[in-house]
């Protein structure tokens, strides 16, 4: 991104302006930088809306502050953030590129990103069929190489490229799995719900909201997460948490805000979830 304003940027050039907001939750901060430095793939594997997006995003961030520092001779320009959500139309050719009427070839996401030695971030990869997974396994091995067959090229990836996607293990496993043979390529930096403290800060700064309504939702958060299982299917996110505290800073009732942004969302059917509602209403109640 050029500009603040801007809509519209090129892929080729995509980099968070500003320092996006990320607290370091167990670590991944100093095993992603190993890792890249390693020219490791690197997966991230976790619940939904627990920070992995915003984690890549703070990645790419620091990674061009120090590229802007470093002295070093033939140094990249930039290293461009390439993020792809992974859906089950995706092919191969959207990844490589496709020849346009025009003639010209129009260079695909994963291909951009190895020109430009950017991070390719593949986003819920799961979703991708298996043929379309493959196509990165090259550039997920010491080859380090992707395969344009239409263009009868192979492109080598250059040092500061990197190869990054995420993964929810919990979210439909058994319907669709990584083959062990994309999983078997990853280190695979483990995400999870970050503990209260952090969380409250989180919450806090994301949403805007005092230190005693962070804290009331992340309490209500984990009094969600405990029922994991036990009725529910998955956790509140940090992401709903945020959610329902900008709602409330923006002056919708605190419980009101809770339902629309936490129950509301993860349990749809309101009979089967009708005492787990009950229940957490009255929690909620308690703490508004
Ligand atoms: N450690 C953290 N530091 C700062 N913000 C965080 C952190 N973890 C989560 N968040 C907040 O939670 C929101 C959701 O996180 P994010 O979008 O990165 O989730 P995700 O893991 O990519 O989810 P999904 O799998 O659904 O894409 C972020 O926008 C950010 O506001
Ligand atoms: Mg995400």
Do not use: W
Request: include cysteine; hydrophobic fraction near 35%.
């Amino acid at each position: 991104m050029t500009s603040k304003n801007q809509l519209e940027f090129d892929i080729t050039h995509y980099k968070p302006e500003e320092e996006p907001f990320y607290i370091d939750v167990n670590g991944e901060t100093e095993i992603f930088r190993a890792a890249y430095k390693d020219r490791l793939p690197i997966m991230l594997k976790g619940p939904t809306g627990c920070g992995k997006s915003r984690f890549v995003e703070r990645m790419a961030y620091e990674l061009n502050q120090e590229l802007t520092k470093s002295k070093r001779k033939n140094k990249p320009s930039e290293i461009p953030l390439v993020t792809v959500p992974c859906h089950e139309d995706l092919n191969a050719d959207d990844l490589k590129g496709r020849y346009l009427i025009s003639g010209e070839y129009q260079d695909g996401p994963a291909l951009v990103a190895v020109k430009n030695g950017g991070i390719l971030y593949l986003d819920e990869i799961v979703e991708a069929r298996n043929d379309t997974t493959v196509v990165i396994h090259p550039l997920a091995d010491h080859r380090r190489s992707l395969f344009v067959e239409k263009l009868g090229k192979v492109y080598e990836a250059p040092d500061s490229f990197s190869l990054v996607i995420s993964y929810n293990p919990g979210y439909q496993r058994k319907v669709k799995d990584l083959k062990q043979s994309t999983k078997q390529r990853f280190v695979a930096i483990d995400f999870d719900y970050p503990g209260e403290k952090l969380e409250r800060k989180i919450v806090a700064h994301e949403a805007g909201v005092n230190g005693n309504i962070a804290n009331g939702l992340v309490d209500i958060g984990n009094m969600v997460r405990n029922l994991k299982g036990k009725g529910l299917d998955e956790g509140a996110s940090t992401r709903l948490l945020i959610n329902a505290g900008k709602l409330i800073a923006s002056n919708i009732p605190p419980k009101r805000a809770c339902e629309i942004a936490i129950l509301n969302p993860i349990t749809d059917d309101i009979d089967v979830y009708k005492d787990i509602r009950d229940g957490l209403e009255d929690v909620i109640d308690n703490y508004f």
